[in-house]
């Protein structure tokens, strides 16, 4: 068996994806488990997961799920509540038919009918767990479940060694643990390990604890339950105060060696503790944590998708881990400083999660070591001012334009090569139009050094541009092709704009991008027109070419 990565340092060496082997765990062996630094990965994601509204998967979504969480090498799925529906029963079942390394579990309420059908649905499975719970605050005693301390320390007896006659493998929860009064607490978890139960859960119903105070309570559960050797400790976090995957770690920092989870934390009202969050926290941190799970990390990401996808749940762009800028770095000096050494600024590698690799993603906060190595990456190697000319209209793109995709860079680049050291320079545009407004422009144009400015209008605002270009800088030429097209989506995209000028027969084309349709129009117009000024200059007889020669003078 291969080791977990345990320090920042060892993470950024070529990490091996998935890091441990998966070995199934006998879950039944607490004095095993709790002597080991194996800690036992409970999946809820069927079950805890599915009650969150909106999150229903029909049972092949279900299915699929299962089959990913036993290749992400989660020791036990708790693939539903068999009593809630037929439908839930026939996942639970179908579940189990088709399992492998993993334990199928099913809820049950502490209810001889719950338990049978959790039996009955767990059949199939080659290895079982009846996971059977009942509040033991004294909120839910009283308001929920009408009973009081004996009698609920009656049916925690009765339902465990009820559970007890169909497996070997019982889990008892005291629902709204974090609630209770410690001291009826510790005599509930004795019951239930006197009456058989291997799991004892100690759920935060309400997502209501602190780390401190958490760790305290596994603590005092460790010292004052006399029989709790024989039994594995769980965490079970939600997220109602964003403490889930926090409290989930203190729980195991304090000895318990079981948590429960659901991938991408769903689950009820806020949902529940992170699987990925919790694994990669006990795997980047194995320093100070000191145990390991038998999960294949190199697979979370896609089980993250799959789970979004199934229960069409959008994946937060900032989730730790999953979210896809998990390893996305936009500022220079991030940027920089991944160039030189990844782990500057990541504590976990792309590839340990399933990622090909980080992205660089050119924005506004971008610098020139990664606009460079882009480029590069592009195609493109221009000379020093060259990419000191791209990168300012890079710039100046990115502070208009939400997302500058490598289409746009090309675009921009492409530009940049095509107007290189040319004799004509658009400085300046303004155009006026719209529905009851004459179409007029005015352009400033550079040529050698001097400005040359007119105002023409035209029939809409792409024909006064040309005319004012006309203007500014007398030609005969005519135009031959106007063509624009958008060079990625959105309303913010940049047009690239393709003009060709034709005179004495032949062609000269130029081509314009930028946000702004007219703006990247007239750059492609000059372009063209500088080229055409150019091939006249190097053949001094198509300067006295009527179509143009007023522009070459
Ligand atoms: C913290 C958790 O996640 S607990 C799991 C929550 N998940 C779900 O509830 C999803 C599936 N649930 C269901 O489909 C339904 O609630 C069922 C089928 C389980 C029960 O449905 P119903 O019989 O109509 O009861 P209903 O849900 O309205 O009320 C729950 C009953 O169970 C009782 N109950 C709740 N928890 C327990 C428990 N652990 N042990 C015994 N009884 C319990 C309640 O006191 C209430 O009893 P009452 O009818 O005597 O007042
Ligand atoms: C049923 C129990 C384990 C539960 O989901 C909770 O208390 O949150
Ligand atoms: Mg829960």
């Known amino acids: 068996m291969t080791t977990q990565t345990n320090s920042p340092a060892q993470a950024a060496s070529p990490d091996r994806p998935g890091a441990t082997a998966h070995q199934a765990v006998d879950t039944t062996n607490a004095a095993a488990v709790n002597a080991g630094d194996r800690v036992v990965i409970f999946d809820t994601t069927l079950r805890d997961g599915e009650q969150c509204p909106g999150a229903s998967m029909t049972l092949d979504e279900k299915l699929r799920v299962a089959e990913m969480l036993e290749r992400l090498g989660v020791d036990v799925i708790e693939a539903g509540f068999a009593i809630a529906s037929n439908g839930d029963f026939e996942s639970v079942y179908k579940v189990a038919e088709r399992s492998r390394e993993a334990v199928i579990c099913s809820l049950a309420r502490a209810k001889h009918a719950d338990i049978e059908r959790a039996a009955e649905a767990l059949k199939p499975a080659r290895r079982k767990r009846i996971h059977t719970f009942i509040s033991t605050s004294p909120l839910h005693r009283k308001f929920k479940l009408n009973m009081d301390e004996a009698q609920v320390l009656e049916a925690i007896a009765d339902s465990v060694s009820f559970a007890r006659r169909f497996t070997d493998d019982v889990e008892w929860s005291c629902e709204d643990g974090t609630r209770t009064e410690p001291e009826f607490l510790f005599k509930a978890i004795d019951v239930a390990i006197a009456s058989g139960a291997t799991t004892i859960n100690v759920p935060d119903t309400v997502g209501y604890t602190v780390p401190e105070e958490y760790i305290a309570l596994i603590r005092a559960i460790r010292n004052n339950v006399a029989n709790i050797d024989k039994a594995i400790l769980s965490a079970h976090c939600h997220n109602d105060l964003g403490l889930a995957v926090a409290n989930s770690l203190a729980a195991v920092a304090a000895g318990a060696r079981q948590v429960e989870c659901t991938v991408n934390g769903i689950g009820e009202r806020a949902g529940n503790a992170a699987l990925e969050e919790i694994v990669m926290a006990l795997r980047t941190r194995a320093d100070i944590m000191g145990?390991?799970?038998?999960?294949?990390?190199?697979?979370?990401?896609?089980?993250?998708?799959?789970?979004?996808?199934?229960?069409?749940?959008?994946?937060?762009?900032?989730?730790?881990?999953?979210?896809?800028?998990?390893?996305?770095?936009?500022?220079?000096?991030?940027?920089?400083?991944?160039?030189?050494?990844?782990q500057t600024y990541e504590i976990m590698t792309p590839e340990s999660v399933g990622v090909n690799k980080s992205s660089l993603v050119m924005g506004k906060h971008s610098g020139r070591h990664a606009f460079k190595?882009?480029?590069?990456?592009?195609?493109?190697?221009?000379?020093?001012?060259?990419?000191?000319?791209?990168?300012?209209?890079?710039?100046?793109?990115?502070?208009?334009?939400?997302?500058?995709?490598?289409?746009?860079?090309?675009?921009?680049?492409?530009?940049?090569?095509?107007?290189?050291?040319?004799?004509?320079?658009?400085?300046?545009?303004?155009?006026?139009?719209?529905?009851?407004?004459?179409?007029?422009?005015?352009?400033?144009?550079?040529?050698?050094?001097?400005?040359?400015?007119?105002?023409?209008?035209?029939?809409?605002?792409?024909?006064?541009?040309?005319?004012?270009?006309?203007?500014?800088?007398?030609?005969?030429?005519?135009?031959?092709?106007?063509?624009?097209?958008?060079?990625?989506?959105?309303?913010?995209?940049?047009?690239?704009?393709?003009?060709?000028?034709?005179?004495?027969?032949?062609?000269?084309?130029?081509t314009g991008s930028d946000p702004d349709t007219v703006v990247a129009s007239a750059s492609a117009y000059v372009n063209a027109l500088a080229k055409l000024l150019e091939k006249a200059a190097d053949a001094p007889e198509e300067a006295a070419d009527p179509a143009i020669r007023s522009a070459a003078i």
Do not use: W
Request: hydrophobic residues 40%.
């Open 291 to 342: 145990v390991r799970t038998g999960i294949d990390t190199s697979t979370i990401t896609q089980a993250s998708q799959l789970v979004s996808a199934v229960t069409g749940f959008p994946i937060q762009y900032n989730k730790a881990i999953v979210g896809r800028n998990a390893f996305a770095h936009e500022s220079g000096i991030h940027q920089d400083g991944m160039l030189k050494n990844a």
């Open 373 to 510: 190595t882009k480029l590069k990456e592009l195609g493109f190697e221009l000379g020093d001012n060259a990419v000191e000319d791209a990168f300012r209209r890079f710039k100046d793109l990115a502070d208009r334009k939400k997302t500058v995709f490598d289409d746009d860079l090309v675009a921009l680049v492409s530009d940049e090569v095509g107007h290189e050291g040319e004799s004509l320079k658009l400085v300046a545009l303004s155009v006026a139009c719209g529905i009851g407004v004459d179409h007029t422009a005015t352009v400033t144009i550079e040529q050698h050094g001097t400005s040359h400015s007119a105002s023409a209008g035209g029939n809409g605002p792409i024909d006064a541009v040309f005319d004012a270009i006309r203007k500014a800088i007398p030609h005969e030429a005519v135009l031959q092709l106007y063509q624009v097209h958008a060079v990625t989506e959105g309303t913010d995209a940049q047009a690239r704009v393709t003009v060709r000028l034709k005179a004495r027969g032949r062609s000269h084309g130029g």
